[in-house]
């Protein structure tokens, strides 16, 4: 199978999308992988999969490479007698962020008929926008942690008590959030998060509060990761975040009660099943008084999550082969053809 | 003001997109029109303005114009000795249904940095699907009807009282939409509904209640239509409807006191900003016991709503210069800099 990687994008989250595609070569190692930059212009390129590395991006040398378009079918380099197919089996989007997180890549696939593993348009927008997870959350009768929200337009005012924890309603890998421990420290966390984006979320914050991820798909059955327990340092910033996108290595199991196991995989069940179809994805939860709470979706999650299962190779070829189809749709003018008969008439 | 009117689509409204695009010509008469046909098999075509009538997409002949490729920042007519940019200043999205409605073309226009009208890819997804946009009209403290909603796989029940009207979340103009009068009729609207989507929305169907529909869009300020109160047959079957999206004379505004059009204004308001920048759309309103209720938005209403404004022309101009900036990001590889001179220290 032909897989090809898609990363980069125009994104806060850029870079470790680049960590994340380079991991996946040693992780895919029995797979033909052929690698496609989105440049930080939008543009993209067909890499080397033997030459790539973190340097050849940062240094710039990616232009060099062959540009390509998206033409119904297909990704093809343009050259001076005609144009040349990309041959692949399937896309895997990796662009953790925006372009990848936000439906641009999921509606560029789905528009130019090329097989993709992500979340369809839907699933990015409801899984980007920490708000609208809160909805869906809700919708799907998955508990979720309370929640206020604030437009940077907003009076920035918080009913709620301290500590509180501020995100930027958009973005992942922790960029632009903040634990506030009281009144002092508000406006500069909001400052902060409103760098990134106009909205943000704010929910109390719970400490030692356990948290366990779960990442899984659905292909023709259930396949589930092992349940981590995340190490956390009150919560990762940004660099060691980043670190942690070239995980390849496995780690070991949450300690847990198979009870809570089993509730943690039925949330999980209920967020993916039908809306994530196609994809696979972490979800985060929060344990509290022995009940599971929603945290975030992780729609792309970091270096794919690979280092919490068993068979990540072979789960990724079976989502491949079990993608959502869209429905077909067939344009047959009978409207206009009925109205050209009766003006005929007439 | 040289405006792309991008119509056509893989979309069950495909023929409606038609007769709006044409309408387009009628309406916009100081403006310099180039037409980008979609067509059911997602390519681009350049349509002659002089030359577009209805015939010209249902014989086929369309595809004897020349093809277009979507590249960073512009539609391109490739040719033999490179490619010809296709100069125009912003995009209008006049897709109804799918590719238009469901976030693929503002993802695309966005993605390849083309100035368009249109929701954008958030605000399409939670208008385009029904039972999102009650979890919208919640959160925003606008009431909406009530509801139930069912998936092809769940048990078909219904616990609402008759009679009912039930409608596939993700498409407009009628199409698979039913009253349904007792238990009785009820297999076959739902057979029908899922015919067109594997989601419906089901909500009690109230005889003879007020409607009314305003349209409108924030430019410097709020520029609202006349609220037309809808002639109605119950409803407008999809042929009725068809009809009316060519629709180029003005319509007489509904005969309501001042201090429910506010009403209306403002529910207005409270569902287009901040979400619905950069668009022109049509909300349709219940209004029982002098309450007001959101039935539905449409974000690209058929022929742009024109009849409903005093100066649709000007309007347009207007929001083409008012249209959101997706926010600046800038990569500058700080992060793979460092580790590179991390690495170079050990």
Redesign the interface.
């Known amino acids: 199978m032909n897989i090809a990687i898609l990363f980069g994008g125009?994104?806060?989250e850029?870079?470790?999308s680049?960590v994340s595609a380079i991991t996946m070569k040693k992780v895919l190692k029995n797979t033909v992988l052929t690698y496609i930059f989105v440049s930080?212009?939008?543009?993209f390129y067909l890499i080397d999969s033997e030459k790539i590395n973190?340097?050849l991006?940062?240094s710039g040398a990616y232009r060099k490479s062959k540009e390509l378009?998206?033409?119904?079918g297909a990704f093809v380099i343009?050259g001076m007698f005609g144009s040349k197919t990309v041959e692949i089996d399937v896309a895997l989007n990796l662009i953790h962020g925006?372009?990848g997180e936000?439906?641009?890549i999921?509606?560029?696939m789905?528009?130019?008929?090329i097989p993709f593993i992500s979340p369809r348009?839907?699933a990015s927008?409801?899984s980007y926008?920490k708000?609208?997870t809160k909805?869906?959350a809700e919708?799907l009768g998955v508990k979720s942690v309370a929640y206020e929200y604030l437009?940077k337009s907003d009076e920035r005012k918080v009913t709620m008590d301290y500590p509180i924890i501020i995100k930027p309603v958009r973005l992942g890998s922790s960029i632009g959030v903040s634990i506030v421990r009281g009144p002092s420290e508000l406006e500069y966390a909001l400052d902060v998060a409103f760098e990134f984006?106009?909205d943000v979320i704010i929910e109390p914050f719970v400490e030692g509060v356990k948290e366990y991820n779960l990442a899984g798909c659905f292909t023709s059955e259930w396949e589930f990761s092992i349940i981590e327990e995340p190490q956390k340092e009150i919560f990762l910033d940004?660099?060691k975040k980043?670190?942690d996108f070239s995980r390849d290595s496995k780690v070991l199991a949450a300690d847990i009660e198979s009870s809570l196991e089993r509730k943690i995989q039925e949330s999980f069940k209920k967020i993916y099943d039908?809306l994530f179809l196609g994809s696979i994805i972490r979800c985060d939860f929060f344990v509290i008084e022995d009940e599971v709470y929603l945290n975030e979706i992780n729609p792309i999650p970091g270096s794919m999550a690979n280092y919490l299962f068993d068979d990540f190779e072979g789960m990724l070829k079976r989502v491949a082969k079990s993608l959502p189809k869209e429905?077909k749709?067939?344009?047959n003018?009978?409207?206009?053809?009925?109205?050209?008969n009766a003006k005929g008439k007439a």
Chains 1, 2 share one sequence.
């Open positions: 125009s994104s806060f850029h870079e470790i680049i930080a212009d939008r543009k973190s340097k991006f940062s378009t998206l033409k119904q343009d925006r372009d936000d439906g641009k999921s509606s560029m789905e528009f130019f008929s348009t839907e927008i409801l926008n708000l609208y909805f869906l919708s437009s984006d106009s940004f660099e980043y670190m039908p429905q749709i067939t344009v003018y009978q409207y206009i053809h009925s109205i050209q």
